[in-house]
């Protein structure tokens, strides 16, 4: 959970060994009455031409960070940082969206509702099968929430005070009682920037394990627990890696490495400002963890250059991101926030302001320094997607003339791929959401000669409305080649560029004028082969 634009100058250093405070008391709790559902939000439209068509946003007013992803008796539950009385940051509380595919979402009642002693920050949620916590029934097990009580006047801990707190529930999620013991995870001192809990299952130790940050420290801090309502202090991760802004939402989490029966462990973290791009961003760590300390290898130092550290996406508009507990598969299923606090409260939709990224997946590969992460598009998702519209494709050879796609490819949301063989060009691309007549548009590239994978949002529509929002992201491949392969993701709003079979992924949100439909290939200083395939959302 972010503040905006938070001031560092405020940072209260910790001690890595601070000691840990847990409240625990007998359950007795109290209960959010019963909501009622509402229905899905609207398409967009001339007088609201941002609205995303394939990405999870609110009817109305404002959402960033994704909290409590969790899938369950067949349907996703994404909760999420939501004010229920506005279009800006405030009244954080939890709002809960559900989909049988990760593409078609419907809203539903706010889960957990801010109050004028706690706001609901970030969290998680864990199916306890086995009720470990009490909290349900052997019959009925309970939906387990961790969250962070962000504490105001007449909370349980002095106002500004952070702590981790339970809430659960018993009707798949709809309802929720917070548990009466609140907060079951406090530091001692007690700090104003200890947050964002996620929760691993680690089968070696039978215990779950949560990681925090005290954000302003760049310090993540480990705890384990057999029921979720009793936590004990394991460790704390830092010093390596980026350190320029605020750590948050962090979660550890084993995976299988492609095409070898070794595993490994994968620290997500975000961090803002600092990111690759600028303002906020997500790196990663892999490395082992022996169910006490998690240790990073080849871990760029803090002072290393930004390009040193492992960064999850290179584009300006991908953030808190984590995964979805129980999703089906052996990859993990990330759900991310596209959006930067750099701008975030100034875009200019109305009624409502922020959305999630597409669901990815995630493979480790063993790289040539280095594990490295891929990213894909997340196959429920994409399954879903090739289930609508009609799939379009074009060959083609491109010189110095810049070529018309033509009516086939006009849209304003797609799903691109788009495979490129620069046989004697220096550089070629795709422009998309393109004005009539002019070369104006979103501008996706590619230069054979250094690697770069290069997304210009610089002549994509309106961008007065904040000097931070950053004209073009970029990110250089590895091994150069002339051959290239796009999967692009075009929305209303947005665009997400899978590059070389995710090994680089731009995530970036833009805002064109309603009319820009138009499509076209270009090819510089030489000649170049395209495959342009599209399926039109």
């Known amino acids: 959970m972010t503040y905006p634009n938070p001031h560092l100058s405020r940072r209260h250093m910790l001690a890595a060994s601070a000691a840990v405070v847990v409240a625990f008391s007998a359950a007795s709790c109290t209960a959010n009455p019963t909501p009622v559902p509402t229905p899905s939000g609207p398409a967009p439209t001339a007088s609201d031409p941002w609205r995303p068509v394939a990405h999870l946003t609110a009817e109305k007013n404002w959402l960033n960070d994704p909290n409590g992803l969790v899938y369950h008796d067949g349907t996703y539950h994404a909760f999420y940082q939501y004010n229920p009385r506005g279009n800006s940051w405030g009244n954080m509380s939890w709002g809960h969206s559900t989909s049988k595919d990760l593409i078609q979402w419907e809203q539903q009642p706010v889960a957990m509702e801010a109050s004028p002693e706690e706001e609901i920050f970030s969290g998680c949620i864990v199916m306890d099968k086995n009720n470990a916590s009490g909290l349900g029934s052997a019959k009925n097990p309970p939906m387990v929430a961790l969250y962070t009580s962000a504490y105001g006047k007449n909370g349980a801990l002095p106002q500004g005070a952070q702590a981790q707190s339970v809430a659960f529930s018993l009707d798949n999620g709809t309802t929720w009682q917070k548990y009466q013991g609140n907060p079951v995870l406090n530091l001692a001192p007690t700090n104003n920037n200890f947050r964002d809990p996620k929760v691993t299952w680690y089968e ?70 600092g990111g690759i791009a600028g303002g906020s961003g997500m790196q990663y760590f892999v490395g082992e963890f022996d169910g006490t300390r998690f240790t990073a290898e080849d871990a760029a130092a803090p002072d290393a250059p930004l390009d040193e550290s492992q960064w999850l996406d290179h584009g300006a508009d991908y953030y808190a991101a984590n995964s979805i507990s129980g999703a089906p598969g052996d990859k993990p299923v990330l759900l991310g926030w596209m959006g930067n606090w750099d701008y975030a409260q100034d875009v200019p939709t109305t009624p409502w302001r922020g959305s999630m990224a597409i669901p990815r997946e995630l493979t ?59 046989t004697s060009a220096r550089e070629a691309g795709v422009l998309l959401r393109q004005s009539s007549g002019s070369d104006s548009g979103l501008r996706i590239s590619y230069n054979k000669e250094t690697g770069t994978v290069r997304v210009d949002r610089s002549k994509a529509g309106t961008s007065n409305f904040s000097e931070k929002f950053s004209p073009f992201h970029q990110v250089a491949l590895p091994s150069p080649s002339s051959k290239v392969h796009f999967m692009i993701l075009l929305d209303s709003s947005s665009v997400e560029v899978f590059a070389a079979g995710g090994r680089a992924v731009v995530s970036d949100t833009f805002f064109p004028d309603w009319d820009n439909t138009g499509a076209s290939v270009f090819s510089m200083e030489g000649d170049t082969d395209f495959t342009v395939t599209s399926r039109t959302l």
């Open 204 to 273: 070696p130790g039978r215990y779950w394990v949560m990681t925090t940050v005290v954000a302003d420290a760049q310090v993540v801090k480990m705890f384990k627990s057999t029921d979720l309502l009793r936590w004990e202090y394991l460790s704390d991760f830092s010093g390596v890696g980026a350190q320029g802004g605020l750590w948050e939402v962090p979660e550890l989490i084993q995976m299988n490495v492609e095409d070898s029966t070794a595993k490994k462990w994968v620290m997500l973290l975000s961090i803002n400002p």
């Open 364 to 422: 480790l590969v063993r790289g040539e320094k280095r594990f490295e992460l891929r990213s894909a598009i997340a196959g429920a998702a994409r399954e879903a997607m090739e289930h609508s519209g009609e799939v379009k494709s074009k060959n083609l050879t491109v010189g110095s003339s810049p070529k018309d796609l033509g009516q086939d490819f006009k849209g304003r949301t797609q799903l691109i791929e788009l495979e490129m063989d620069l």
